[in-house]
């Protein structure tokens, strides 16, 4: 092998065994994807501290909004750096790294995945039944759901990723790369399990909750009691954006894989992007529409967090 050709390698020294460096990634790229990681994790950051912060604001919906932020939060901590690390040369922390690495942003997007439909029902039963809201929701059950979709995710990425992970030195064409190669068979189960069958239950609940909107606001004019709360349809509208940039987000990955492109190609990269984008989105969306995150986070920035009594600020 040629000195030129050996310089293209990521450890020469093994030979024909290396896979090849990737071409360089541009100063502006590298640059934006650094950016985009410190600003998911310093705005999930904020989500978490002001929901853990203000008393007001441990509601049932602001519990799910908090474990969401904490699956952001990973993305951010875990798997932004890993795609910045690969984004900029090979693969050198070694195949255990690399199967924990996967292993963690499987179970991060699962749980992700889990939480916009827990927010999609826990919406349904705000909007159409009202009345038994304050019975069928509360803060202990929708904690005990929380678990059980972290706990849910974690097992599943396990049972999918369990060949790949027991063999972790047997995956992979040379040194040098990170992948995590599941067979056909996998890949469908994953497709069905983590996109179509919870894409078609956010759909048709969120399909059921504006319709009862709409039917509300026009039969009863927001006066009848029974109905609806305004701030119950507001929270709904938000938190339907919320599930609409998640599809958008997620939508172009599953699409790439469902055509069989999820090798190295540039529209899979991007779509992984894109995806990992979301969790930089969430919290602006929550600046946008929530008039409470503002509140507390202007409290947290001024340092008013520091004083006697600030959990209890009304921030509502």
Known sequence: MEAEERRELCFPQLGNLSCRKPPPAGVLPQLLLYALCALTVLLNLLVIAAISHFRRLRTPTNLLLLSLAVCDL??????????????????ALGAAACSCYHLASFAVTSASVGHVALISAERYVAVC??????????????????????????LY???????????????????????????????????????????????SLY???????????????????????????????????L???????????????????????????????????????????YALFYPWFRRAVWHIVTLRVLRPGSRGAHVL
């Open 74 to 91: 990973l993305v951010g901590l875990l798997v932004w750096p890993g795609e910045i690390y690969m984004s900029g040369g090979c693969w």
């Open 129 to 154: 039944d009202p009345l038994r809201y304050g019975v069928r929701v509360t803060v202990k059950r929708i904690g005990g759901c929380v678990c059980l979709c972290w706990l849910l995710s974690f």
């Open 157 to 203: 990425c396990c049972a999918l990723l369990g060949e790949p992970l027991a063999r972790p030195h047997e995956r992979g064409s040379c040194r040098g790369e990170c992948v995590m190669a599941v067979d056909v068979d996998a890949g469908l189960v994953d497709l069905m399990v983590i996109f179509v069958l919870p894409l078609c239950v956010i759909v």
């Open 207 to 241: 399909v059921r909750v504006f319709a009862a909107a709409a039917s509300q606001a026009r039969a009863l004019r927001w006066r009848l009691a029974g109905g609806a709360k305004r701030s119950e349809l507001k929270a709904a509208r938000t938190l339907g954006v």
């Open 243 to 285: 599930v609409l940039v998640f599809l958008l987000c997620y939508c172009p990955f599953y699409i790439v894989a469902l055509v069989g492109d999820l090798g190295f190609s540039s529209a899979a990269q991007y779509a992984l992007y894109l995806l990992d984008f979301n969790s930089c989105v969430n919290p602006l969306i």
